[in-house]
């Protein structure tokens, strides 16, 4: 992620602050056929971040051949989102980090809504600086 130094970022318009939040959801009972296709779950994780207030940077998407899983990583000014699915057990990990205003449990809600997963389990975790003494 490049990094601006203040006034550079001030002067753009691109000032991010360091806190945010970390969605760490695992979601089950995922029918298989929504959990192998790269180009499918690109276009879900692109859409999640926009919807989320989000600006996307670059993604990279990996399929592990017919009928396995995908590994994949969509790169946000604001942080990012990955996604590793496993077809055969009917399971996705997600990781949804979002510094700023961006809104991470919005990009959440349209992932779980096209996945449709039977059971989920979120942790969410706030992410700020250490204090500075």
Known sequence: MK???????A???LVHQPAGTHLLADLGGIAAEKLGNCAELEALLRSAAEAAGARVLFSHFHGFGEGQGVTGVVLLAES???????PECGFAAADLFMCGSARPEL???????????????INT?????????
């Open 3 to 9: 990094r601006e130094t203040l006034p550079q970022a």
């Open 11 to 13: 002067a753009s318009g």
């Open 80 to 86: 990012h989102i990955t996604i590793h699915t496993w």
């Open 107 to 121: 990009a959440l809600t349209i992932i779980e809504t096209a996945l449709q997963p039977t059971s989920s389990q």
């Open 125 to 133: 975790v706030r992410r700020v600086p250490p204090a500075i003494s």
